[in-house]
């Protein structure tokens, strides 16, 4: 498997952890069995079946750039996988599978492992049973009988009404609470603070779904809310937010679960309309923009009543994207005034790696790669510059999407705009479509117009498609990319068709 970037955590928490916030979940209830490398986890799973070629879903949280990380293991000839996670502190970790073996479904198995630790995963295929072993053991073993369910509902959330949506997500947070008081009931002698985390971790996945409840039917919304002449958001949707954006999720007192880094994210999006308006003030185009939009978000973080690390949670995910773009005196003096030494090092660090991963392939390597079958490539880079590499020369616009997923349509309905906008310019579209089947992959493309001169839209056999967006970062859907004529990843976060103008001043930057 392909060696993922390692992401350094934010100083900061182990600070918070020593001053005694989070000092339970490291204290003597949690058991060591093997001493490992202190600043990472290490997962192990073992297949009874031995079986190789099956995949897993690992997911983890990368509090740097406020976003989940995803990894997809598959298993060798021995059935087996083991992954390395970067891990500063003890860190939440979400794992399922496509066996479908009881207690491995989306939200049931999640680890909470401390640095230097491992958890062993025995998935026993043959018996239908799952044991763990090493950190914690005891705990995740009790957790597989009183496991935490999420509705896959969120392909219609937006489909309902916003009240009856959030009738739904408070549903699954009364019966996750429910499973984790039997869970208590059934083993009173678990951690207490492996029991508060898991409270915590539903807590968030209640916040993270509220939260995308309110942002989506905003943005419905949002022509009749301005045409009514509001200037933030109507009461019924910041009743959502309140109930959402509490206490214990802003000041939390146990290690932050996944769902946590996409919370913060939405957190700043919707308090920046509350504070600010729902139509921004003006930007001078003529000096540094982005420091602009990113002082102004930084004033609404400041503003929040939110522990100092999750402040610094909420700084790092806007401020890494403003230096991937490009880093100048000014900006950097305004983030040495906000941030701590340590997390814009770290930021930097992540930057120069991310910047190797992109690069694009040495020529003698391309020259091979061209001789090489797609069908025999299993590396995600490999994949991906194979696919790129007979329109060098361009720039490459990709769109990862799938025909499941409702904003992903909204944006290619924009791809007139899109197309009108970027005339003139060497522009290829490239399609990667997710988890797609192929009868309503071709509809779309056929509705959408996505094949044609400069459109190349690929749908990928399932392993290949996973490696490319493991390679590519992709986080969510729809992710945009943008590759220089040489090859070279430029971002994993360009414009989307619906700000065509943004995407215009990104490729011209990249043809002069």
Not at 221 to 247: D, F, Y
Not at 366 to 384: C, H, M, Q, R, V
Request: charged residues 25%; negative net charge; glycine residues 4%.
């Amino acid at each position: 498997m392909k060696k993922t970037l390692i992401f350094a955590l934010l100083a900061i928490f182990t600070a918070t952890i020593q001053a005694g916030n989070l000092a339970d979940m490291t204290g003597n209830d949690w058991q060591d069995t093997v001493s490992y490398a202190a600043d990472s986890v290490t997962i192990s799973f073992q297949l009874a079946s031995k079986k190789s070629g099956e995949m897993a879903t690992l997911i983890y949280p990368d509090f740097l750039s406020c976003e989940v990380t995803t990894l997809k293991p598959i298993t060798d000839k021995d059935g087996r996988w083991t992954v390395k996670i970067p891990a500063y502190r003890t860190v939440h970790v979400q794992i399922w599978d496509g066996n479908k073996i009881h207690g491995i479904v989306w939200g049931a198995i999640n680890l909470f492992c401390r640095p230097g630790t491992m958890a062993e995963i025995h998935l026993d295929d043959i018996n239908d049973r799952i044991v763990f072993k090493g950190e914690n053991a005891e705990a995740h073993n009790a957790q597989i009988q009183h496991y935490l369910n999420v509705d896959d509902f969120h392909g219609s959330m937006f489909r309902m009404d916003m009240q009856e949506a959030a009738k739904v997500i408070r549903r699954i947070r009364e019966r996750n609470f429910h499973n984790i008081d039997t869970l208590c009931a059934a083993h009173p002698n678990l951690p207490k603070r492996y029991v508060e985390s898991l409270r915590q971790m539903a807590r968030y996945s209640f916040a993270m779904d509220m939260t995308q409840n309110v942002m989506g039917h905003v943005m419905d919304s949002i022509l009749s809310i301005v045409k009514h002449g509001e200037k933030t958001l109507p009461k019924e949707h910041l009743a959502l937010l309140h109930e959402a954006e509490t206490q214990e999720l802003l000041f939390p007192r146990s290690p932050l679960p996944c769902d946590a880094a996409r919370y913060f994210h939405d957190i700043v999006w919707l308090e920046k309309m509350v504070q600010k308006g729902i139509v921004s003030e003006e930007i001078d185009t003529d000096s540094d923009w982005q420091l602009q939009e990113l002082v102004t978000k930084y004033d609404v973080i400041n503003s929040l009543s939110a522990s100092p690390d999750v402040k610094q949670i909420m700084k790092s995910a806007l401020a890494l994207p403003l230096c991937e773009d490009k880093q100048t005196a000014e900006r950097e003096t305004f983030l040495e005034g906000q941030m701590s030494a340590e997390v814009l090092e770290a930021m930097h660090r992540l930057i120069r790696q991310k910047k190797t991963e992109f690069a694009s392939l040495p020529e003698e390597e391309f020259a091979t790669l061209e001789e090489t079958p797609l069908d025999s490539l299993i590396d995600g880079k490999e994949i991906f510059q194979k696919l790129i590499s007979p329109y060098r020369g361009r720039v490459i616009y990709v769109d990862v999407w799938g025909t499941w997923c409702g904003p992903c349509q909204r944006e290619l309905e924009h791809l007139p705009k899109l197309h009108e906008a970027l005339k003139g310019l060497p522009v290829t579209y490239m399609y990667l479509a997710n988890n797609s089947p192929e009868e309503l992959w071709k509809k779309a493309a056929k509705r959408f117009g996505l094949e044609g001169t400069d459109h190349v839209n690929l749908l990928l056999p399932k392993e290949q498609q996973n490696a490319v967006e493991q390679h590519l970062g992709v986080r969510g859907f729809p992710t945009y990319v943008l590759v220089a004529p040489d090859g070279t990843i430029v971002t994993n976060q360009a414009p989307r068709p619906s700000s065509p103008l943004d995407v215009r001043k990104a490729i011209q930057k990249l043809v002069e």
